[in-house]
T-cell receptor, first 111, second 116 residues
Framework: GQQLNQSPQSMFIQEGEDVSMNCTSS?????WLWYKQDPGEGPVLLIA?????ELTSNGRLTAQFGITRKDSFLNISASIPSDVGIYFC???????????FGKGTKLSVKP | NAGVTQTPKFQVLKTGQSMTLQCAQD?????MSWYRQDPGMGLRLIHY???????DQGEVPNGYNVSRSTTEDFPLRLLSAAPSQTSVYFC???????????????FGSGTRLTVV
């Protein structure tokens, strides 16, 4: 089946540093989504991308839809302690277009 | 507040017991789904529904049953709990299984289930 390969699996950074993570697949997608999960909560949508090459920002977060349509990238600038959590990429890949998810990148931020 | 409500938040079961995880949404979403989250495995789809009376299997359906008698509710049933079903379960809803532009899935806050 279709899979989303997310890396890195975890990151330990200092407050104020920039963060980069990515998601790749052997399949082509028309939509890429990025979610964040705070500890003890459900995932919340951060950014949605609908066009190859698209670059979209949400505050300190910037995500890009890869030109090949097989990958996507998420950058966080000037990290703060509340950025801690698990970041998931997702794309519609199931039989009905159900979202499939990467395994997540766990971000830890040291004050 | 509008959203997806899951109950209970925590549950401990003995092997072989049955239980129902509840999920309700008040956004009039046609699509609802159940995912399980295990360490290092991401979110995996268990069952989903595209409307009242319609359900289908996802990636990991074995050991779980669902039904959708109303638009608002989508309960997940464990008929005979097994330790392998220890996980965090999330219910999600959306206008459609393929997220329309500007939307994604809305997730509940999860049910943490332990089977001993």
């Amino acid at each position: 089946g279709q899979q989303l390969n997310q890396s890195p699996q975890s990151m330990f950074i200092q407050e104020g540093e920039d963060v980069s993570m990515n998601c790749t697949s052997s399949s082509i997608f028309n939509t890429w989504l990025w979610y964040k999960q705070d500890p003890g909560e459900g995932p919340v949508l951060l950014i949605a991308l609908y066009k190859a090459g698209e670059l979209t920002s949400n505050g300190r977060l910037t995500a890009q839809f890869g030109i090949t349509r097989k990958d996507s990238f998420l950058n966080i600038s000037a990290s703060i302690p509340s950025d801690v959590g698990i970041y998931f990429c997702a794309a519609p890949g199931g039989s009905q277009g159900n979202l499939i998810f990467g395994k997540g990148t766990k971000l830890s931020v040291k004050p | 507040n509008a959203g997806v409500t899951q109950t209970p938040k925590f549950q401990v079961l003995k092997t072989g017991q049955s239980m129902t995880l509840q999920c309700a949404q008040d956004m009039n979403h046609e699509y609802m789904s159940w995912y399980r989250q295990d360490p290092g495995m991401g979110l995996r789809l268990i069952h989903y529904s595209v409307g009242a009376g319609i359900t289908d299997q996802g990636e990991v359906p074995n050991g779980y049953n669902v039904s959708r008698s109303t638009t608002e509710d989508f309960p997940l049933r464990l008929l005979s709990a097994a330790p392998s079903q220890t996980s965090v379960y999330f219910c999600a809803s959306s206008y459609s299984p393929y997220p329309p532009i500007g939307y994604g899935y809305t997730f509940g806050s999860g049910t943490r289930l332990t089977v001993v």
